[in-house]
T-cell receptor, first 114, second 112 residues
């Protein structure tokens, strides 16, 4: 069964450094999402991406964050200057479209900012 | 604003008993309601979903009910097994590729 994959599984970085989290969506899926989950809390929406542009973003997704699909396969989330409060699990999700609403989640990247 | 409330936050049952988790949503435009199971260190996995034109849906031991007028939906797990132990999240969406708004999660523990 096709799966969403994410790399790395764990990223440790120093405050102020840039990080890039990568996702490989399920083939033929057209909608892409990033969510985050701070330890012990609910999953929060960050951004959705469709047709090579952002379709919606949350208040969390400020100008320190960016997304792109550089090569038509990977979907990336970049945090330009990490803060301690960016420490969380980051999940990529993808959706096929065509009237279907099921989002499939990847295993996540645990980001630790020191 | 958009919000989903989920209760209880923890639930402990004996193996074989039923478990019920309840959610309430605030946005009346929501029309898609999935339930996800999250095991330790893994991403959320869809276990069942329901759309607003349906009142109930079953899949073996799992069922979901939706009361659109009251903006409530519930997950029912019958004949629980230890492997059902996990965190369960409800969510709501307006469909059409829209974002999921998650509840706070319920940690279900099934004791053998």
């Amino acid at each position: 069964e096709p799966e969403v994959t994410q790399t790395p599984s764990h990223q440790v970085t120093q405050m102020g450094q840039e990080v890039i989290l990568r996702c490989v969506p399920i083939s033929n899926h057209l909608y892409f999402y990033w969510y985050r989950q701070i330890l012990g809390q609910k999953v929060e929406f960050l951004v959705s991406f469709y047709n090579n542009e952002i379709s919606e973003k949350s208040e969390i997704f400020d100008d320190q964050f960016s997304v792109e699909r550089p090569d038509g396969s990977n979907f990336t989330l970049k945090i330009r200057s990490t803060k301690l409060e960016d420490s969380a699990m980051y999940f990529c999700a993808t959706l096929l479209a065509g009237g279907l609403d099921t989002q499939y989640f990847g295993p996540g990247t645990r980001l630790t900012v020191l | 604003g958009e919000n989903v409330e989920q209760h209880p936050s923890t639930l402990s049952v004996q193996e074989g008993d039923s478990a019920v988790i309840k959610c309430t949503y605030s946005d009346s435009a929501s029309n898609y309601f999935p339930w996800y199971k999250q095991e330790l260190g893994k991403g959320p996995q869809l276990i069942i979903d329901i759309r607003s034109n349906v009142g109930e849906k079953k899949d073996q031991r799992i069922a979901v009910t939706l009361n659109k007028a009251a903006k409530h939906f519930s997950l029912h797990i019958t004949e629980t097994q230890p492997e059902d132990s996990a965190v369960y999240f409800c969510a709501a969406s307006k469909g059409q590729g829209g974002k999921l708004i998650f509840g706070q999660g319920t940690e279900l523990s099934v004791k053998p």
